[in-house]
């Protein structure tokens, strides 16, 4: 009995440790979503093994997966300085009138959307007046992004050169801040590598610092999010929650982002697949 489950442990050890090169290869992040499933059964090596080596490695290994994920769940002090609403809308979405409502009972200063299709983009018109400054990115093969502020926009609004992210500049207390609304479709196998090149490249353009939301299609110790992360300066709100859930599987994916973190509270799904966020973000390290 102990030698199939030492095998199941080393499997899932070497899955681990796997999830960790996503600098190497993009498939690494699809394997770092299970981390934490992975991570557990790893630690359960700890017993399961006999040698005294083996114990320590597989101990080591799911104590660092376990340390990668479990910041991520917990709970951070509100940022103050800005609040978002973020929402992928679902594409077929076609009655967006519950969502309006609830992101202006949010009270929040922004909003970031995914998935605005030709169904759904009445809400951004039953916004306006609350958010009067609205950039939206069309892209050629995949419905749009959206940046609702009730800010004045502070110069030229942008968007990336692969279906990725629509950005705004704003003044918030005198500074100047970039909102990114950000989808990203999901990684590996499928071909999404311009997608995260075109994400970085943006990032790392913008002449200010960066709050970020939306879908990510990832979790947030994924490479994927990491390098967007370090990109923009950013550290990750929290605690994250599942925001979608695919056959009953929990997913993470929908994230939020700012120089000095913050705290993050999820929102009903009101005609999407996806809950929404949101975030009080903190724009000081």
Known sequence: MRKPALVVVGLASLLTLAGFGGALHRAADTLALARPLFGLI????FVAASRTSWRIGFAAVGLAALASVGPQLLP???GGDLRVYSKNLWAGNRDPAALVADIEAAAVD???LQ???DRNVLA?????ASFPHQHLCRFQWATRIAVLSRLPFDGTPTCS???AMAAAPVRVEGDRVWLVSTHLP????????ENETAAETLLESLDAPAVIAGDF???PWTWRVRRLATASNTRAAGPVRPTLFLRQVPLPIDLAFAPGGGSLERRPQLGSDHFGIVADLALNP
């Open 110 to 112: 922004a909003v970031f």
């Open 76 to 78: 951070q002090s509100a």
């Open 124 to 128: 951004l018109d039953l916004l306006r």
């Open 217 to 219: 299609n990832a979790f």
């Open 115 to 117: 998935e605005v299709s």
């Open 161 to 163: 050169k692969q279906f």
């Open 42 to 45: 790893a630690l359960a090596g």
């Open 186 to 193: 999901w990684p590996w196998p499928y071909d999404n590598a």
